[in-house]
Structure formats: structure tokens, C-alpha cells
């Protein structure tokens, strides 16, 4: 067979984004005044903004706080991670007593201490291929069942917090 090369060129390493359109977005744009901490693409191709003054719709126009949607409330305090689920349901990570809620359309879902998660900040969800939601903490990693929490033991006792969740090619965590 006859192979032909053809002479490739790779970005310059000073462009940046100079090929794409870049918009910020500021208070005076509706943009709580608050540090983002996560960022989650809904089924609807919204965003979710973890903040921290709470969870934030953006549709590309407007930001909306969660309770103005009139899907119910949401535990006050900052959302510390978003994941949108396999289903669409969306799954809140929060700071406080009751650290995770699942919005499940249209209905939240709070969970804390009765089923069987700390009061500690939420720090990553992650969802694995078997459906099995997964949370990291600053007190550890956790496993829903579909009913119950439970604390999985990491390897090192003495280094509990978990900042992230992923799993690699053969769906390992």
C-alpha cells in the first residue's frame, strides 16, 4: 500500500482561547454573589451552579436560585457538588447536617444521619456504570444502596476525606 503524509500543525502554544467566543457573567448579570464550586449539565442542557449560597439554574440567559423554580427547597447552606444521574435526576451535595438531597422530578429527597451520612461537607458524587451513587466527604466515601448510606473503608484510616470520585477503563474507583 501507498502511504502519503501530509504535514500537520498543532496550536500555537500562546493562543489560548483565542478560536472560541468567551462571555463572563457578573452580579449585574443575576449571578449570586457567591464563589461557584461545581458545575453540572442537566438533561435540559442547562446548568447547575454549586455556590455558595446555594444551587443556581443557568439556561444561558438567566440565573435562577433553586427555590424560585417551585420545585421545592433545598437545605440552606453551599452546595459543594452536582451530579446529574444516569435517570436525570439531579443529586445536591451540601454543607450541614443533611448532605445530600436528590431531585427526582420535581420531588427532593433529603438525606443525613437517619440514613446513615455525617454531618460533613460533600465534596464529590459520582455515579458508576452499575448505577451505584457514590459520595465523597471530608469524613469519607459512601454507597447508596437505594436505601441506606454506608461508609466504604479506605485503604489508609488515618486520610478519610475524599475530594474526588471516578472510576477508570475496567470500572474501578
Known sequence: GLCLAAPARAESPGAG?????VTTWTETDGLPAA?????????DGDLWLGTDTGLVRFDG???????????????PGAVGA???????????GLIGPNPVARVHKGTITVFGEQEGLPDAQVTSIFQDAD???????LAGLYRYDGRRWTRV???DPDRDSVT?????????L
Open 131 to 137: 448505577d451505584t451513587v457514590w459520595v465523597g466527604t
Open 35 to 43: 464563589s461557584i464550586r461545581a458545575i453540572e449539565q442537566g438533561a
Open 61 to 75: 440567559q438567566r440565573f435562577v436560585p433553586f427555590e424560585q423554580l417551585r420545585h421545592g427547597r433545598l437545605p
Open 82 to 92: 452536582v451530579m446529574r444521574a444516569h435517570d436525570g435526576d439531579l443529586w445536591v
Open 153 to 155: 473503608p479506605l485503604p
Open 164 to 172: 474526588a470520585i471516578n472510576a477508570d477503563t475496567q470500572g474501578r
Open 17 to 21: 482561547l483565542d478560536p472560541y467566543f
